[in-house]
């Protein structure tokens, strides 16, 4: 699962249709946020006059208006938007909790880009549009060509990419073929941020392969391929025992089978392990209250998370040390990653840095502090495990963590997607999103497709760990804690 961008969740909301009573206001009584904003490293504008407000998506040749609504100053101001001391920037912040959860900055600017003006493409149910199959190929390929973070991690020659897959697209490619051909194209990247979603299916990616990657090869191997309804089914049943079975072993290390503790919709679990170690599991970093992934609930979703999490660290507070456990955490909320951080740290603390791909360049590092939690904070010594699974917020968890000196990871490097997901849309309907985003170390190490390292690597779920009913990564984290 990719994480969810900010701007994803408050553009939502931000342009819920509100009532206005259509009069205009006289030019000394305009709104502070009145004009137009761009985003230029996420090719977005916002233009906001007489309570109305336009969001585009762009690059240097194409433009498309989105979304056209109307909202006032008021509810603006309600969902977090923020103006610079000089009115000369426009933010939202998220009020998640204290966390530190930043949208994009969007510059005041004097008029719309280029390709706004003279290159207005419509979309889906517009009246003048027209499916153009070449077209939509063109915006897609210029934004991965002008927003994605780095062809050059990927190993992936974006330009050869073109050549081999545009002469695919004619005008009279379907919508079927056109989405088959799109990710093709884009496989090679391996970004599991990098999603393409349409009425014929949807795709997404991983860097690395998953525990689900890993079983489905084992099934193959001793099977052959999945050819027919009645080996998928046999399919389906191997890969949801041997993931019960794994769950069931981690859970196994309990003093007491009964002392096993679920909260926040069974994604937060804790228990006490012999000789006092505590153990604590996060499965998700979203989905705590519901499974609704709307914005509107996510503040509702973290305050269950906080409150699990006070739970189980006030149920672990004097045990000798504490294992938690993220290696099924694919991802969801920064904001809940840096909730659960703050509960254990001494001291305000530097955590992370962020810039957005600009051009050939980057926009301006923001560093990301965070302050301890009033209550329920856990300053012993801890042991992170890690693995193939653990994907994006899950990521910043970890990028987090790893700066504490208490902290030791143990088990396997990371998926190596940090970066948020950023959402575009093409004329004929698809949605797709990328990667765009660095996330770095306070020091400045950058992790994306390679993953966070860790400090002891041991295998996750391996074959024979399953055979034996052990889990190694465990097993030397409280080793490590007990000597």
């Known amino acids: 699962m990719g994480k969810f961008m900010l701007a994803s969740l408050v553009l939502v909301s931000l342009f819920i249709t509100a009532c206005n009573d259509g009069t205009n206001k006289p030019s000394d009584q305009l709104s502070p946020f009145e004009g137009r904003w761009q985003a230029t490293a996420y090719g977005q504008v916002i233009d906001y006059h007489d309570e109305i407000a336009s969001f585009y998506e762009f690059t240097s040749s194409y433009c498309i208006l989105t979304r056209k609504v109307e909202i006032s100053d008021e509810e603006l101001r309600e969902e977090g938007w923020e ?13 998640f909790s204290d966390t530190d959860i930043r949208g994009s900055v969007f510059d005041r600017v004097d008029d719309l880009p280029d390709s706004c003006r003279t290159n207005l493409v419509a979309r889906f149910g517009d009246d003048n549009y027209q499916d153009n199959p070449e077209l939509n190929f063109e915006i897609f390929w210029q934004t991965f060509h002008e927003y994605y973070l780095s062809f050059d991690v990927k190993e992936v020659d974006w330009q050869a990419q073109y050549e081999i897959f545009r002469p695919e697209v004619t005008a009279g490619t379907t919508g079927e073929e056109l989405f088959e051909v799109l990710s093709a194209m884009v496989e090679p990247l391996m970004d599991n941020h990098v999603e393409i ?45 041997q ?56 503040e509702a979703e973290l ?102 000196p208490n902290v030791t990871t143990i088990g396997e490097p990371t ?28 020091e400045g190490e950058w992790f994306e497709h390679v993953g966070l390292p860790v400090d002891e690597q041991i295998p996750y779920g391996t074959l024979d760990q399953r055979k034996n009913e052990e889990d190694l990564a465990l097993e030397a984290a409280y080793f490590m804690l007990t000597n």
């Open 83 to 95: 103006l610079s001391d000089d009115n000369s920037e426009l933010r939202e912040k998220a009020a």
């Open 197 to 241: 979603a349409s009425e014929y299916g949807d795709v997404d990616f991983s860097n690395h392969m998953t525990t689900i990657d890993l079983l489905t090869e084992e099934f193959v191997n001793a099977n052959g391929e999945v050819d027919t309804e009645e080996k998928h089914q046999q399919y389906v049943k191997y890969v949801v025992s």
């Open 243 to 298: 993931i019960e079975l794994m769950d069931e072993v981690r859970l196994s290390y309990a003093v007491d089978e009964g002392g096993v503790e679920f909260a926040a919709n069974d994604e937060v679990i804790w228990y006490l392990a012999p000789d006092n170690i505590g153990v604590l599991i996060i499965d998700s970093m979203i989905g705590f209250s519901t499974d609704n992934e709307d914005d509107i609930e996510a």
């Open 303 to 404: 305050m269950v998370l906080d409150e699990a999490i006070t739970q189980a660290l006030t149920t672990l507070q004097d045990t000798d040390g504490l294992i938690i456990d993220v290696r099924n955490n694919s991802g969801g909320f920064d904001a809940a990653s840096q909730l659960i951080v703050k509960h254990f740290l001494d001291t305000e603390r530097r955590l992370y840095c962020k810039q957005a791909r600009l051009g050939s360049g980057r926009t301006e590092l923001e560093a990301y502090h965070l302050s301890p939690a009033e209550n329920a904070r856990y300053l012993k010594d801890i042991v992170l495990l890690t693995s193939r699974n653990t994907t994006s917020a899950a990521e910043v968890f970890t990028l987090m963590m790893r700066n504490l």
């Open 415 to 442: 998926q190596g997607s940090l970066s948020d997901s950023l959402e575009k849309t093409l004329p004929n309907g698809f949605s797709f999103a990328l990667s765009n985003e660095f996330y770095l170390s306070p």
